[in-house]
């Protein structure tokens, strides 16, 4: 189908995981299953911080901030992804994938500065113990989350407004099971070139950044815990800090394999290159809650003892 004049369609078919559609309705379990999992998980964290006034620290405002936005990212994706699994919904308007495009990226971009204000936490924590209550007071905490929240939104909108502003004149089908930036503007006519170098100059730096910093917080921590004369005290710090460690990479490392290959990974099959985009917006939100929560004694405990109830 075309559009006359080039304008903006009305709408757009998401076709799920190409290659894969007899398995979809079985497919669609599992990712039921960690949907409900993480919505389950963050919503605990929070109730369990925002209930218990001895968890209001800045660790513990941290990962509030963190499941608040794992829970905005599953909640724009897996829906609309049951919904084509299960019923065959695949018609998306083009409001409504311009929205969903705007909260996985920018949340997405929050989520990366956000895990970089924990590495700065865990880093005055261990390594500037006597000035971590000076420097992390309520207003310091209040203004990074704003400024993780500020530079994802300001990064990602000239990105969804250049989409808004493409001339659309062939097939309506995305190949992909949600709005991801790419697989929208490969629908458009004209010159993208500006849409493909903006995306990709943004998932380069701000990952690249990003993790270049929280890669420099750890290796000041760790540097800081092998002078530690106390074992319990290394084993503490190593578990807390390879806790931290792994969901960065979780997070990280599937992230930029789904920008490049969307880009330049055309020998990459497409159902591994879709299953992979749908994985890395929920298995993060997923384990969040376990690694972050569950191994934080606190809240383990506080946890544990609601379950009693």
């Not at 992390?136 to 400024?147: D, H, Q």
């Amino acid at each position: 189908m075309s559009y006359p004049n080039h304008s903006s369609p009305s709408s757009f078919i998401l076709t799920g995981i190409p290659g894969l559609e007899d398995a979809q309705f079985w497919i669609a379990f599992p990712f039921c299953t960690m949907y409900f999992m993480a919505v389950l998980g963050n919503i605990m964290v929070l109730l369990v911080i925002k209930m218990d006034p001895s968890l209001h620290l800045p660790m513990f405002y941290f990962l509030s901030m963190l499941a608040a936005i794992d829970l905005v990212l599953t909640t724009s994706i897996m829906p609309k992804l049951l919904s084509i699994f299960w019923f065959h919904s695949h018609e998306i308007d083009f409001e409504g994938c311009v929205a969903q495009m705007f909260f996985i990226h920018s949340f997405s971009t929050v989520e990366s500065g956000v895990l970089l204000t924990m590495a700065f936490d865990r880093y005055l924590a261990i390594c500037k113990p006597l000035h971590y209550s000076a420097i992390l007071t309520g207003p310091t905490i209040a203004k990074l989350g704003l400024a993780a929240a500020v530079r994802g939104i300001v990064i990602i909108t000239p990105l969804t407004c250049m989409v808004t502003s493409l001339s659309y004149c062939g097939p309506r089908v995305i190949h992909h099971s949600y709005c991801e930036h790419m697989s929208v503007v490969k629908l458009a006519c004209g010159d993208t070139w500006p849409n493909s170098i903006y995306g990709i100059t943004v998932a380069t730096v701000v990952v690249g950044l990003d993790s270049t910093l929280i890669a420099v917080s750890y290796m000041l921590i760790l540097r800081e815990v092998i002078g530690l004369s106390s074992r319990e005290a290394h084993l503490k710090s190593y578990g807390t800090c390879g806790s931290h460690i792994g969901v960065i990479l979780l997070f990280y490392m599937p992230g930029l394999f789904c920008s490049y290959a969307q880009r330049w990974g055309q020998r990459i099959p497409a159902h591994v290159r879709i299953l992979m985009a749908d994985l890395y917006l929920l298995v993060p939100p997923m384990l969040n809650p376990l690694i972050y929560g569950m191994r934080t004694k606190p809240i383990r405990e506080r946890v544990l003892n609601l379950l009693r109830q």
